[in-house]
């Protein structure tokens, strides 16, 4: 049995060490024990204690000495605790110790255990081999790949370790059956991988199938296209405000600052700048714009400001669609439809590369009415009879403006000026940035909406790049490479140009199939089929006569044979580089660099992999990836003697080794993000400079203030308090409490977990836990709560909460509602919760045989604090429940799901009045328990933080020698205004933390401290 | 110029000159195992099941031993796209009296065995736009997604591999004899549709593989294993390294992994070796042993070789219980396939535009002719009382019935295999006029999974199991 002393006690005995320091030699232990302690025992203890059997399994009269006791200390940590409370000698005994005996056996007891961690102080004690938990395998595929795969969502539950935390390897098992799932999980993860041509990435979905692989690289261009600022009324915004810099008190900003500032292109800025300031050119659109532009009061609110920007930008773009080139079918090549790829591409391109162009019959020149069109023209996709090209007509059905519209005058008299005037406009403004869809009939935008990046190809695949106006404008030179990159990998990943090569070949042209006939698919992309079916595309071309088309297929075919050639070369030159990069992977799964020997051993898998079960290259690479995610170099942390520093003999004769850096870099990200190093870590880490303690702090720092250390928060906090798996939580009634949704419960189990990670991130003092008036909410939790509802998904910071009786962690819905029953309340389970958990008190399980509280609150005839007080009444509940009961109590202005409450659900009126354990103070609500803690129990719910925080980080048990270090987090954590970050500065520089215990453990030094609660 | 002669012969030609043919690969003959416990081979009672099958065949049969029948039941798809010449799809009569179109009369052999169903529908793929909308919910039932995001439903082929699956080497097969397309038809939705038949969730379908190689090696050499065995030693190797260098305590971590490892692994393991062990006891009987080589790799130039090719796979699959559940992609939906060797001159989706043609006849009884080829092929395999395809079902099925007008209003199903006697044969069942709730599809899905083991309330658009099945 593990069973913890009393923190307050501790703390007592921790004060006395410096009074009596010099005093606890074994000799002197050894000798009050064979004076006093055990003639003392004798006495008063062993009547029940002794004999075949002894009361609560315990045989006093085993402990012949000392060193008997240090060995089973946890026993005598509760005998301790049962002295003090005088639970011991019970009421059946005979004889009772006078106060001055308890004094002295107490004081032994503690005195033994001051002892044994001083004489072991700084031993890092056995940290066992641990393997990745669930959580820390999510998180860790997370970083490592990129993506938020969860392979680990289907593991069976973890299970907890004496303290309650699941990532310790007194707990953690590894099964055949799990092993099996450790398999499939690597397998999900290597089925996402994707070959790039200068390395590997992951995809957020598997990429076995054509579909996948489209789809993965389709939303990697169109989400960059998303993250380019191209709203023309964004770029007339921020050059108001530099045009208005000195009256907004930046008289010195600069047009980049500005740009920055609003997070637009500086470059299309300094653009857009130009074309408004620059007076000479005074005709045109360019001059409207810049008159209308102009026009814009100098003072004003971002908002409105913003509106008048977003009228100037319709103006520009209706304008801009009027002014849009158009460009004809190519039609009577016989043989070959208007629709053959070859003409949809080159027609494609005219658009493409003529979108900073305009087309100049849209003017109105002179006095002359000419109709303009407004609405898009359909294509014609009839075959004219002679000639070659022939232009889209305006369709029946199109509207059509009749007379002069002034945006598109233009004086008879000197046109150039003005026609000079529109080129620069439209030069300057793009019809389109980029084309992220086309449908089949692309010029009427209209249709066939989210056919992603398509060529408007008829039935088959095909994607065409239309982006040249943002890669002229809005781009830097890293923005280009990153957006050419992306469309490489449509082809390098997806093979897009061969497929929709052999597509077309098979589908579409009559003249490749007669070529190609069934033959396999890489023959008809070969070099001298795709030339032989140009040959009888021009052949067709020539006959009818038309330059155009033989242009038109010269080029296509040219293009699509080069894309085919450069794509095969650079599939091959990319091998070693990806052989590269799953080695990097591997560095990294691993948290330290591979030796060579390991480096020689993948390579030597993966080439293995390829010759004895006839893999090709990206098979072979998946299974590298499985075999490092299989390895227990990256599913089990462990404490490797390699790097670290030299043995010494510690205190107590505990040979002591320094982790090296790495080893070190992985135990803090582990620590505080539930996942491996990142880069920069691992590069302090690299330069060996992160055993360092200022350089170690500053990195826990940074790493707090990560978003990454939500996993402190979820998962240190989850275990901590009990919440972790409240989605599970399925006692509610819903049919009486019906406004408890899947929305509200996630919001309630969101809530600690965001208050948390703000007091930890923010460096705030962890009092504010119990005492601080702020939580976080949600729509649904704020509507629960009675408080104002944050728009949409939004959680907001609420800092009034009190108002609202909430704040802090104590009336948090998730915590009341999980310690409720379902139909009713359960002061006993909230006020147990309260006492174990936040105050780290020990309570022994009840007997088993509880008289039964009703299940139903409505259907009771006394209120449930009466009947608690009467089974209070009963001498063998008494003792626990006194402890506890009162602290639930408190909370009875709380429903079943934590809601705020008048009457209970009989109709009662609540009362949230209590008595605390010992008499020693009385209150109502939450203000009444927030007193006593901060009045008699604050130093438990401190010290329980302390002892926690440091059993999570180090992934084990608490045990004596930890007493020092626990004693350090105290006082500096009271000196340092409570601030979060004072116990991770202590943790991370502690002995314990920095080393590793080296070779065998004596067994002496095993011994726990009993914090097994 | 390929010679005109019998599209349907010519099969053993080919195949025996194939055999000198073959590149890499190894030569592997696999033997029927009849009573051969490789079904249930990984649980404790796999030698009890044997033993009493043993026992029961001596005194006559599984049934009058009292147990259930310890062959495995197997379910294969088998589809044409574009539908079939109506003219000549029909069946009338019942058992010996059954009459059969010339479409369907390469079923005539084994007629008491099959069911020929008419006038069954899939409402959700009624009226939502041609080809891909006919198809991509054919055997799910659900509704489909138009544009980029692909959504659609898992397939009955899927469902019952999960439900079946863990039991056999692959969880299913399935096989295509036509690469996939992409890109967007006019309609909008997304080609997938029209090239994939099974669909292992609702946004991805499961992978086809066209080439016959591959489809082997995934069973025959059992690739899967074999792969994660090889990443198995590598990781015990490690985790032996590891065990020596780390400390005591940690070693018992690291021991209890590698424990771990070594047990996966012998479950490995023992599957091969059960599976060898059996094959030799085959041997020994001189049982009829149905083999076949390994095909070469790449796709096979000629159509009529890829279709056996990939029925045999399936064949061979169901003999060994390599599987329950197959696939099979003959020809998808707006299908470019060219069939020279039946004179015709179109493609496929160009000649279903003139369906009632002899043409686009010779094409639907060429597909359905490869259902008659697998159904004979498993016939042929005595199991139990019965035959392997008396313990089957196969389904053949197309996603409309005329290609001209697009018209899936019903849609041709045939049968064949009684499902371990669960399934009675030799009938042709006509829904036309029994209403259409009475006609769905997926009533015809829920009442085959009934007969497979699988009790599912709802399926696509059905909570009713198709009446007088």
């Known amino acids: 049995m593990r069973i913890p002393p009393s923190a307050s006690l501790l703390f007592i005995a921790l004060g006395a060490v410096c009074a009596r320091a010099g005093a606890l030699t074994d000799h002197d232990l050894t000798q009050r024990f064979e004076t006093k302690v055990r003639p003392l025992v004798n006495t008063y203890c062993t009547d029940c204690h002794s004999g075949k059997k002894p009361k609560g399994d315990l045989d006093l009269t085993q402990y012949q000495d000392l060193a008997s006791v240090v060995d089973d200390y946890s026993e005598w940590a509760v005998a301790l605790e049962k002295i003090a409370s005088h639970d011991m000698p019970s009421e059946k005994a005979k004889k009772f110790p006078t106060d001055d005996e308890r004094e002295e056996l107490m004081a032994w007891i503690r005195d033994v255990r001051v002892a044994e961690a001083r004489k072991h102080a700084g031993d890092p004690g056995v940290v066992l081999a641990r393997r990745l938990n669930n959580a820390e395998y999510n998180y860790t595929i997370r970083d490592l790949t990129g993506v938020d795969l969860q392979p680990a969502r289907e593991f069976p539950v973890d299970p907890a370790n004496p303290m309650g935390f699941d990532n310790t390897g007194e707990s953690l098992a590894m099964s055949p059956t799990l092993l099996n799932k450790y398999l499939q999980a690597a397998r999900s993860v290597a089925d996402c991988l994707v070959l790039k041509p200068h390395g590997i990435a992951f995809a957020p979905h598997p990429m076995l199938v054509e579909t996948d692989r489209d789809k993965y690289c389709i939303d990697e261009i169109v989400s960059f296209y998303h993250r380019q600022p191209t709203d023309y009324a964004d770029y007339f915004y921020a050059a108001w405000r530099y045009q208005h810099r000195a009256a907004a008190g930046q008289p010195h900003a600069t047009l980049s600052e500005v740009a920055a500032a609003t997070k637009v292109s500086p470059k299309y800025l300094a653009t857009v700048w130009q074309l408004l300031d620059d007076a000479k050119e005074d005709v045109g659109p360019g001059a409207k714009l810049r008159t209308r532009w102009r026009a814009l009061p100098a003072t004003g609110s971002e908002a409105e400001i913003r509106a008048e920007c977003a009228k100037l930008r319709d103006w520009v773009m209706d304008l801009r669609a009027k002014l849009e080139p158009r460009f004809p079918n190519i039609t009577g090549v016989s043989g070959i439809p208007a629709t053959a790829e070859p003409f949809l591409m080159w027609k494609n391109r005219q658009y493409a590369t003529h979108r900073r162009t305009f087309d100049p019959d849209a003017l109105q020149i002179g006095g002359k009415a000419k109709p303009v069109l407004i609405a898009m023209a359909k294509p014609k996709t009839s075959v004219a009879a002679a000639d070659a090209v022939e232009e889209d007509a305006p369709s029946e059905a199109a509207p059509k403006r009749q007379g002069g519209d002034p945006d598109l005058f233009v004086p008879e008299r000197n046109p150039d000026r003005y026609l000079a005037a529109f080129a620069h406009f439209c030069s300057v403004f793009p019809d389109a940035f980029y084309v992220q869809e086309r449908g089949r009939n692309y010029l009427d935008k209209t249709k066939d909406k989210g056919r992603l990046l398509s060529a408007g190809f008829h039935n088959v695949m095909g994607y065409f790049r239309d982006d040249q106006p943002l890669s002229e404008l809005v781009l830097d030179e890293k923005g280009r490479q990153e957006l050419d990159s992306l469309w490489e990998d449509l082809d390098f990943v997806a093979a897009a140009t061969k497929r929709t090569y052999v597509q077309f070949v098979f589908n579409e042209s009559a003249d490749a199939r007669e070529i190609a006939k069934r033959a396999a698919e890489r023959d008809v992309t070969k070099e001298s089929q795709v030339r032989a079916t140009m040959a009888a595309y021009l052949a067709k071309a020539q006959a009818s006569h038309s330059a155009v088309a033989q242009q038109a297929i010269e080029t296509h075919f040219t293009t699509v044979n080069a894309t085919l050639r450069s794509i095969e070369r650079a599939r091959t030159e990319a091998e070693p580089q990806q052989l590269e990069a799953a080695l990097a992977f591997a560095a990294r799964a691993y948290r330290r660099p591979l030796t060579e020997a390991e480096r020689a051993d993948l390579v030597g898998f993966y080439r293995q992999t390829r010759q004895a079960t006839g893999l090709g290259h990206e098979d072979a690479m998946r299974d590298l990836i499985v075999a490092i995610l299989m390895s227990p170099d990256f599913c089990y942390r462990l404490d490797l003697s390699t790097g670290a520093g030299a043995v010494t003999m510690g205190a107590g004769g505990i040979p002591v080794q320094p982790l090296s850096d790495e080893a070190l870099a992985s135990r803090l990200s582990f620590f505080l993000w539930s996942s491996v190093p990142d880069a920069e870590l691992a590069a302090c880490a690299r330069r060996g400079e992160l055993h360092q303690p200022a350089v170690l702090m500053a990195q826990a720092r940074r790493m707090l203030a990560d978003p990454r250390s939500r996993a402190l928060a979820l998962e240190f906090g989850g275990n901590w308090l009990d919440f972790r798996r409240l989605e599970e939580l399925n006692t509610v009634d819903r049919e009486r409490f019906p406004t408890f949704t899947n929305a509200l419960r996630e919001a309630m189990f969101e809530e600690p977990v965001r208050l948390l990670s703000d007091v930890f991130s923010q460096n705030r003092s962890v009092l504010d836990l119990i005492y601080g008036h702020d939580t976080f909410v949600n729509a649904p939790l704020a509507r629960h709560y009675g408080m104002p509802e944050p728009a949409g998904d939004a959680w907001v910071h609420v800092t009034d909460a009190d108002r609202y009786d909430r704040g802090g962690l104590l009336p948090m819905a998730a915590f009341l509602t999980k310690n409720a029953p379902g139909l009713r309340t359960s002061p006993v389970k909230r006020g147990y919760w309260v006492v174990k958990r936040v105050l780290g008190e020990f309570i022994p399980p009840p007997p088993a045989a509880v008289p039964e509280l009703p299940r139903d609150e409505a259907k009771t005839e006394l209120p449930l604090r009466d009947m608690l007080a009467r089974h209070r009444s009963e001498k063998s509940c008494a003792a626990c429940h006194a402890r506890f009961d009162s602290l639930g109590l408190v909370f009875e202005g709380y429903g079943p799901v934590g809601e705020r409450r008048q009457v209970d659900l009989a109709g009662r009126p609540v009362d949230a009045h209590a008595t605390f354990p010992h008499d020693v103070a009385s209150g109502e609500g939450l203000a009444g328990l927030r007193d006593y803690i901060r009045g008699h129990r604050e130093n438990d719910f401190v010290d329980n933080l302390c002892r926690k925080l440091l059993a999570y980080a180090l992934n084990r048990s608490l045990i004596l020698p930890d007493d020092a270090t626990i004693d350090d987090m105290r006082s500096k954590l009271a000196a340092n205004g409570y601030r979060f970050q004072t116990l991770v500065d202590c943790i991370v520089t502690s002995p314990q933390f920095l080393n590793r215990r080296a070779g065998a453990a004596p067994a002496d030094s095993l011994v726990d401290a009993g914090d097994g609660r | ?469």
């Open chain 2, 1 to 469: 110029m390929i010679p005109p002669h019998d599209p349907f012969e010519a099969y053993q030609y080919r195949m025996s000159r194939r055999r000198f043919l073959q590149g890499v690969g190894v030569t592997m003959a696999l033997p029927w195992l009849e009573s051969l416990p490789v079904w249930g081979q990984s649980t404790p009672s796999a030698a009890s099941v044997a033993a009493a099958t043993e026992a029961a065949a001596s005194t006559g049969g599984a049934a009058a031993a009292g147990i259930a029948s310890p062959f495995p039941k197997r379910f294969a798809v088998l589809f044409m796209g574009n539908g079939i010449n109506g003219n000549h799809w029909w069946a009338k009569g019942s058992g010996a009296d059954l009459r059969l179109g010339k479409s369907l009369e390469p079923l005539a052999p084994i007629k008491s065995k099959i069911n020929v169903i008419n006038g069954l529908f899939n409402k959700p793929a009624v009226g939502i736009g041609i080809h891909p909308g006919q198809t991509g919910q054919l055997l799910s039932g659900s509704a489909i997604q138009r544009g980029a995001t692909i959504r659609a439903g898992i397939t009955i082929d899927q469902v019952i591999a999960n439900h079946v699956g863990q039991e056999t080497v692959q969880p299913s097969l399935v096989l295509a004899c036509e690469q996939p397309m992409t890109g967007y038809h006019e309609t909008n939705f997304s080609m997938a549709y029209s090239s994939h038949i099974s669909w292992q969730s609702a946004d991805s379908p499961v992978p086809n593989e066209v080439y016959p190689a591959l489809a082997f090696d995934s069973l025959f050499e059992n690739r899967g294993a074999l792969r994660n065995q090889s990443v198995l030693d590598r990781v015990m190797d490690r985790a032996k390294t590891l065990s020596r260098q780390v400390s005591a305590a940690d070693k018992g971590k690291i021991d209890e992994y590698l424990t771990s490892v070594r047990e996966v692994e012998k479950r490995v393991e023992r599957m091969r070796a059960e599976q060898t062990t059996a094959e030799e006891k085959a041997k020994d009987k001189g049982r009829y042993i149905f083999s076949m080589d390994r095909p070469a790799n790449g796709l096979p130039e000629d159509l009529r070789d890829h279709t056996r090719l990939m029925c045999d796979i399936v064949a061979l699959a169901f003999q060994t219980d390599k599987t329950r559940v197959a696939s099979l992609l003959l020809a998808r939906d707006l299908s470019s396939l060219y069939y020279p060797f039946l004179g015709v001159k179109e493609g496929h989706h160009s000649a279903s535009h003139n369906d009632l043609s002899d043409g686009y006849e010779k094409i639907s009884r060429f597909h359905l002719s490869q259902m008659a080829y697998l159904a004979q092929k498993l016939d042929a395999m005595p199991e139990g009382d019965g035959t392997v395809l008396d313990h089957s079902c196969l389904m053949f099925l197309s996603n409309m019935w005329s290609g001209w007008k697009h018209d899936n209003m019903k849609i041709p199903v045939v049968l064949a295999g009684g499902l371990g006697g669960t399934l009675q044969t030799g009938r042709a069942l006509d829904y036309l006029h029994a209403g259409d709730d009475n006609r769905k599809l997926c009533s015809l899905y829920l009442a085959l999974m009934d007969r497979v083991g699988v009790k599912l309330d709802h399926f696509g658009d059905a909570d009713e199991r198709l009446a007088n099945l």
